[in-house]
């Protein structure tokens, strides 16, 4: 056997597993005399993940708001309309090139209008002069002033003509201004049951159209009733698209049933940003395809964007046969598709790591003279990582230079993205360095993507730099990045910083957004607060924003958490009784749920809609059904699990060798073990330390003691670093063949890496000293326990007391019970009478 786990090493001699008698008068002994001091607690709590007292969040928090401070949101300040509050519209500025920060604007002197003449064309001589004067007052003072001068001048802006000053503002390009005054006058004239003209809406629509103010667009229509109000359909389509923008799809449905109502008659863009609503909606392809037939039906040809919007709705929902109908249905009909539509196509595949389905589709681009682009690649890059072929997305990057299409920041970041989830957060972090000495700017995507990552591993420091980097490039943060704070601090449990980082990105200009509110859900599940998380719930429907499939993984995830199968299934049955088609992540989230809560059945109901083609089995959903299986400990389970990942053509990742080979190593299944650890290798894997400790357990299982500590030491002359795991299952392994000698030496090595024992430790040496009637050394062991802060537990006391009833001394087993409580005063009285009648019950048996 050790000839085939290292074939170019001698095979090691057989040891006798019969303990060496110890030299007379030769105790062993676990005391400061015969080994090393332990190490400090602190040193040991280390190795763990730092609590939510040591975290340094702070630090971290007030490094991403002092870069957030330095170019901070425009917000607009609403007033109050009866007993409504609304809440500050930030105006971004995330589509703005060059555009300067406020502070910078501030600081600026702007130029008086009678500045403006003939070096101006002209622009402004439609102008009256009471225009012009306000127009000047307005310049003069900042943003945040505005809407106090505002209305210090109430009843002079009453009279002036409103479009000319709007228009006035906007040629200057003070956009933001003109939206300050128009938010003004909105609200003003609601007060007054005023009502605004068609034209001035129509200008100001197409301003925050162009400007990208998709929020504060669907923020001033809460408040202006369209219904009083007979705008062009172009005005109304940029309002169906705000709406689409930030997630109002009942809003955007209504508003679009409205404009057909009078009479409108919908463009070929209006019927895309439908699409586009249902299909960011989810549940909605029997509207999609009715919206299909009114289109046909009113002589609408379809083109590069309603194709590629039909099959991205697709891939959201996961309909991989309709996107593939719908493709040949429309080149049947003579339709010849273009990169957009292909890019479309390509990542349905993508985003079900449909690897080979992507690569045809590319070639059938290449056969059409279909050229691909920066898109084309970066799907194809998609679809590679999410087959678990990371190296061969990378290699991409390679492939686009060849073919003269540059790697943008949507490549570099998808590979990033990559390998941070696959846990290779050096290798991402290297990537990044390669990212910008070729050239390429890390754009906001990918710092919210290294910071997830690094959040996940509590690398703080290396956080910091990166929002220190995020300044020196320009990078502001976004509503993402501080979503991904607010997921890191829900995955570590802390709620006290979920709560003040959801303060902080909200006084930051930042309103939650649909994600927002999905982040918030999990997070709060994360920290066990349901409270919160149904709260969140009903804040997000307040708001406006409709329930999709990632609010129901939010709750899924918090569910899977505790394994809680019952509620989850609830969750299920509701998320498809609304009409939500479930997504990989769905039944991924089940399958925890189930393995969790022990419930075999669950997974294995999952696992044959899998195996009969109902649920298509992506690398992420086998994976996960793999690691579920594991869970359950179910051996079957697995290995048809794995099989039908090697039929499907995806690549195992570490993980999955890992729990192939410890679920083998437990069965004593060695050749098998021996064979994934082959397998590891075979794919251009390194064993890593999961793989050293599941083979150390295999040998300590098979009571080859000797084996299990030469791969201690392999491992350590690989440069690796054994973990408590690893020095207990080699102290386990000597235990077990009465070497105790021998697991002394290993316990000594362990503290003197620095390494504290815990129970377990102790306990594998409590049973090892009963098994062998060394009852004055486990006197001492429990001594040595409570004296460096590790009290015995129950499962300690039953494993000495069962010793002295084995070896029939029962009188010696009484008096031990009886005077436990001498040395641990914590023992309570209720596991002194159980073990009291442990004992009784052996005399009498």
Not at 299 to 322: H, K, Q, Y
Not at 800 to 820: H, P, S, T, W
């Amino acid at each position: 056997m050790e000839g085939s786990l290292y074939p170019n090493r001698p095979i090691l001699p057989v040891q006798s597993t019969k303990p060496t008698p110890l030299p007379p008068n030769q105790r062993l002994k676990l005391n400061p005399t015969t080994i090393s001091p332990l190490p400090p607690l602190k040193q040991q709590q280390q190795q763990h993940p730092p609590s939510s007292t040591s975290f340094p969040l702070d630090s971290l928090l007030q490094q991403l708001l002092h870069v957030s401070s330095s170019t901070p949101p425009r917000t607009i300040k609403f007033s109050r309309i009866g007993n409504t509050q609304l809440s500050s519209l930030p105006i971004s500025l995330e589509n703005q090139e060059n555009d300067d920060t406020l502070l910078e604007k501030m600081r600026v002197t702007v130029p008086k209008l009678e500045s403006f003449g003939e070096d101006d064309d002209g622009s402004l001589d439609f102008l009256p002069l009471n225009c012009k004067l306000m127009i000047d007052s307005i310049l003069e003072r900042p943003l945040c002033n505005l809407s106090a001068f505002f209305d210090s001048v109430k009843f002079e802006l009453l009279d002036v003509d409103l479009m000319s000053l709007l228009k006035g503002l906007d040629i200057l390009g003070k956009w933001d201004s003109a939206i300050l005054l128009f938010e003004w006058v909105v609200l003003n004239l609601h007060v007054e049951n005023d009502k605004l003209d068609s034209q001035v809406i129509e200008f100001m629509v197409k301003v925050l159209g162009r400007e990208n103010q998709h929020l504060v667009t669907s923020k001033l229509f809460d408040v202006i009733p369209f219904e009083d109000y007979s705008l062009d359909v172009r005005a109304w389509t940029t309002v169906l698209h705000a709406y689409s923008r930030i997630g109002k799809y009942d809003k955007a449905i209504a508003l679009f049933e409205y404009v057909k109502e009078k009479g409108l008659s919908p463009t070929l863009v209006t019927y895309n940003v439908m699409l586009d609503v249902y299909g960011k909606k989810g549940r909605s392809w029997n509207n999609i395809l009715v919206l299909l037939d009114e289109m046909r039906s009113n002589g609408l040809e379809f083109d590069e964007f309603t194709c590629s919007t039909v099959i991205t709705a697709c891939g959201r929902e996961g309909l991989l046969e309709e996107a593939k109908e719908f493709f040949g249905g429309l080149k049947k009909k003579g339709y010849v598709p273009g990169t957009v539509a292909y890019n479309a196509l390509l990542q349905v595949f993508g985003k079900a790591g449909m690897y080979s389905e992507a690569l045809s589709v590319l070639k059938e681009m290449e056969e059409n003279n279909c050229p691909p682009d920066s898109v084309t690649y970066n799907e194809l890059v998609a679809a590679y990582v999410r087959a678990g072929f990371l190296e061969e997305g990378a290699a991409l990057i390679g492939t686009m230079s060849q073919k003269g299409v540059m790697p943008n920041a949507i490549t570099y970041t998808t590979v990033i993205d990559a390998y941070g989830k696959a846990g290779k957060e050096d290798q991402a972090l290297s990537f990044f360095k390669q990212m910008k000495q070729s050239g390429c700017v890390p754009n906001v995507c990918t710092y919210n993507a290294i910071l997830g990552m690094l959040g996940k591993k509590s690398r703080v420091e290396e956080m910091m730099d990166m929002i220190s980097d995020m300044k020196l490039n320009g990078c502001a943060p976004n509503r993402i990045t501080w979503n991904t704070m607010l997921a890191m601090c829900g995955n570590r449990g802390m709620q006290k910083y979920v709560n003040r980082v959801f303060h902080e990105m909200k006084s930051c200009g930042f309103e939650p957004d649909r994600d927002t509110f999905n982040t918030l859900i999990r997070a709060y599940g994360r920290c066990d607060s349901d409270f919160n998380a149904a709260k969140m719930y009903d804040e997000m429907i307040e708001a406006g924003f409709t329930p999709c499939v990632t609010t129901y993984n939010a709750l899924l995830n918090a569910l899977a958490r505790r394994g809680d199968w019952r509620a989850a299934e609830s969750v299920f049955s509701d998320m498809k009784s609304k009409g939500f088609k479930p997504s990989e992540t769905t039944y991924s989230l089940m399958l925890h749920c189930y393995s969790k809560g022990g419930n075999v059945r669950g997974v294995e109901r999952i696992a044959k809609e899998i195996y009969d083609g109902h649920i298509f089995p992506s690398w992420m959903l086998l994976r996960t059904l793999i690691l579920a299986n594991f869970k359950c400990r179910s051996l079957m389970g697995m290995e048809r699990a794995f099989q039908e990942l090697q039929k499907n053509g995806y690549r195992p990742d570490l993980v999955i060798f890992n729990s192939m080979l410890s679920i083998f190593a437990r069965n004593k299944m060695y050749e098998r073990a021996h064979e994934m650890l082959h397998l590891i290798r075979e794919n251009g894997l390194q064993p890593d330390l999961v793989t050293y400790n599941s083979l150390m357990d295999m040998y300590a299982r098979a009571g080859e003691c000797w084996k299990a500590e030469e791969l201690l030491n392999r491992l350590q002359k690989t440069g690796g670093k054994p973990d408590l795991v690893s020095y207990n299952t080699v102290i386990k392994a000597f235990c077990r063949q009465g070497r105790m000698e021998e697991a002394v030496r290993i316990f000594s090595q362990m503290t003197e890496k620095g390494i504290r024992p815990c129970i377990v430790t102790y306990n594998t040496f409590v049973a090892g000293f009963a098994a062998r009637g060394m009852f004055s050394e486990v006197n001492e062991l429990i001594s040595y326990m409570i004296q460096h802060e590790c009290r015995p537990n129950e499962l300690t006391y039953k494993t000495i007391v069962d010793g002295y009833c084995k070896a029939k001394r029962y009188q010696e087993a009484m008096d031990f019970v009886l005077n436990i409580r001498e040395k641990d005063t914590t023992f309570d009285e209720e596991s002194l009478q159980r073990f009291v009648s442990r004992v009784r019950g052996n005399v009498e048996s």
